[in-house]
């Protein structure tokens, strides 16, 4: 069983910034791309950022130069570092990652259960 906690949401006024955490746990061989979603009330979700276990990133044209993803291989563990955030960043951000896990034959994905982050003053 493989688990993603997510942390690090919560309300923040424009122009602020945010860190958001996910860890990945359980029964895990290699854990391969890692990348973060949103979906804000009422529209599909949507990729924000996405990082391979070489560091290559890529990111939605929305979020460029002001989003960082970045993570750490030893932990298991990828975060999403939001600057100069504006109101349209209001959404559920989800974590996702492709994981081989003990003893499987195949990569699966996993979804974190998700976290709130607003944008308002």
């Known amino acids: 069983q493989v688990q993603l906690a997510e942390s690090g949401g919560g309300l923040v006024q424009p122009g602020g910034s945010l860190r958001l955490s996910c860890a990945a746990s359980g029964s895990i061989f290699r854990v391969n791309a890692m990348g973060w979603y949103r979906q804000a009330l009422g529209k599909q979700r949507d990729l924000v950022a996405r990082i391979t276990t070489g560091g290559s990133t890529n990111y939605a044209d929305s979020v460029k130069g002001r989003f960082t993803i970045s993570r750490d291989n030893a932990k298991n563990t990828v975060y999403l570092q939001m600057s100069s955030l504006k109101p349209e960043d209001t959404a559920v951000y989800y974590c996702?990652?492709?994981?081989?896990?003990?003893?499987?034959?195949?990569?699966?994905?996993?979804w974190g259960q998700g976290t709130q982050v607003t944008v308002s003053s």
């Open positions: 996702n990652a492709r994981i081989d896990v003990l003893g499987g034959i195949s990569t699966r994905e996993y």
